[in-house]
């Protein structure tokens, strides 16, 4: 008999044999940088002539993996291969396919380093923020798997006298699955794994800066666990070459996505158009960005609330869309909190996240880097520079910036409206506690907020007034547990998907009502 969900516990790197463990995981990893990866396609690896490399951010000159680049003719051949396997996969039962990923959690936990390993190298994450990615992947398999357990039966329809009705959930086709590159192996993970366990078939576009760890959990599935050819194919390259081709081929019945808010309102508006042959509406699930906020008023304990508001805002470098990049303080306490949140904030330690004790490692690339020093230029001119501000210098010519702090800032300037994803900290002065409720409500997003405070009709006033989709008292605003907090948010944060609650996989399929006469 199946246990009961229970989520991966994370591992203590005080205990020294975690710590050996994990640098034995870096060793290997490290001697498998530069591999060639193919594409995946109805079972089939193909090279292509045109490559691409995936790189350290911590070290740009050294290759993580040298992949095959799709293109529009590839992705055509990916999405009929697996619109050819829905046809089989789809018949497979629902218990079934739980089995792959239970199998596939097993795996990966049982190589849990080697995969945060991927990740230090890869995007840069400290060994406990890719601890944690590959903790939240292993919940994911295990979770969707006791989803699909509960939801692949008859459902509970109203008995009625002379009929016999059932309602069950069937897949819905071909899935485009694309995820982003900053949680590459949890988010990558669930999208691809939902969409399995329902019943659909996977064409999965990696992020083109974490293209590994994806291909790491294409072996769990394709070569370890042997699913079916064209059940879940590997399609690396530009999205600006082959997103298109993905979203609007009239085959593909829905797109998973999680990224930027641009990307993926320009998904939304391609997938309603409808294509010659296309016989749905297609389905998109959008998790967005976010411009999320730490709310703290007078009665808040000032020592809990800067620590939170550091992690929010620095963990993983800025560079999550549930990061708290608004720190919003009532103007009792403001001037004392802002000194608490500097002076942790100064403590953190940057630099490559090979060493455990850098606490914050480079942002993901070039471009990144360059619009984050472009959002430092404009605070300059919005808020009063408090901490950081500057690029850090490194042998290896890595991305790192130092947090950064900006005091005063104003409600409407960019830096506290725009998502800067980076390790950038807008400071917000507000009258009070309503004051502070109209600022955390006045961006286009919707994502995630914490409140700080002792006062429990405040806490319950936020919990039905401030409008986001993941909200926390007391506790930083990141790092969302699967099953016990359903992670998506509102307006331009997405369509609310709730990953890792009990009606994500919903979203994967379609309900059809079958009844008889007696």
């Not at 740009?60 to 095959?68: D, E, I, K, L, T």
């Not at 880097?369 to 472009?374: L, P, Q, S």
């Not at 959002?375 to 210098?393: F, K, T």
Request: glycine share 8%; hydrophobic share 40%; net charge negative.
């Amino acid at each position: 008999m199946l246990t009961p969900f229970r989520n991966e516990p994370l591992t203590d790197f005080s205990q020294p044999e975690n710590v050996r463990a994990f640098q034995a995981a870096l060793e290997k990893v490290g001697s498998e940088l530069g591999r060639s990866y193919p594409l995946i396609i109805g079972g089939e690896r193909i090279e292509t002539p045109e490559t691409f490399d995936s790189i350290n951010p911590a070290n740009p000159s050294q290759v993580v993996g040298r992949f095959a680049k799709a293109t529009p003719e590839l992705t055509e051949k990916a999405v009929e291969a697996a619109a050819e396997a829905f046809e089989t996969w789809k018949r497979i039962p629902p218990e079934v396919r739980a089995r792959y990923l239970l199998k596939a959690a097993a795996i990966m936990r049982r190589r849990k380093h080697e995969f945060s390993a991927w990740m230090v190298y890869e995007v840069g994450k400290s060994w406990v923020e890719a601890d944690a990615d590959t903790a939240e992947a292993i919940d994911m398999l295990e979770f969707y798997a006791r989803e699909m357990m509960r939801l692949g039966g008859s459902q509970p329809v109203v008995p009625y006298p002379g009929r016999e009705a059932e309602l069950r959930y069937i897949p819905l086709g071909v899935g485009a699955v694309i995820p982003p590159w900053n949680f590459p192996n949890a988010i990558m993970t669930g999208m691809t794994s939902a969409s399995l366990v329902t019943g659909n078939t996977v064409v999965l576009k990696p992020a083109s800066t974490a293209p590994t760890i994806a291909y790491k959990l294409v072996e769990i599935f394709n070569e370890e666990l042997l699913l079916p050819p064209g059940v879940l194919n590997f399609l690396p390259g530009p999205g600006s070459v082959i997103g298109d081709v993905l979203v609007a081929h009239p085959k593909t019945r829905f797109i998973a996505f999680t990224g930027s808010k641009e990307v993926g309102l320009r998904i939304h508006e391609l997938a309603a158009k409808t294509q010659p042959g296309q016989i749905w509406i297609k389905r998109t699930i959008l998790e967005m960005g976010g411009k999320d906020a730490v709310v703290v008023d007078e009665t808040a304990d000032l020592d809990a609330a800067a620590e939170g508001i550091v992690i929010s805002a620095f963990g993983y470098q800025g560079q999550k869309c549930s990061a708290g990049s608004r720190a919003i303080l009532v103007d009792e306490i403001y001037d004392a909190l802002l000194e608490r949140i500097v002076e942790r904030a100064r403590q953190i330690k940057v630099g490559p996240t090979v060493d455990p004790s850098n606490w914050m490692g480079p942002v993901i690339d070039q471009a990144a880097f360059n619009k984050i020093m472009d959002y430092i230029e404009i605070g300059q001119e919005e808020g009063r520079l408090v901490l950081g501000g500057h690029a850090i210098e490194t042998p290896e010519k890595g991305y790192f910036i130092e947090p950064t702090i900006f005091a005063d800032v104003d409600r409407d300037a960019r830096i506290a409206q725009e998502e800067i994803f980076g390790p950038v900290l807008a400071v917000i002065r507000a009258r009070d506690f309503d004051d502070a409720l109209d600022i955390a409500n006045g961006t286009e997003y919707g994502l995630t907020g914490a409140v700080y405070s002792r006062d429990r009709l405040r806490l319950e006033r936020a919990r039905h007034e401030f409008h986001v989709g993941n909200l926390y008292f007391n506790r930083k605003c990141t790092g969302a547990l699967v099953g016990v907090e359903p992670f998506g948010g509102f307006n331009m944060s997405g369509t609310d998907s709730k990953a890792g609650g009990q009606d994500y996989l919903l979203l994967f399929m379609q309900a059809k009502s079958i009844s008889e006469a007696l």
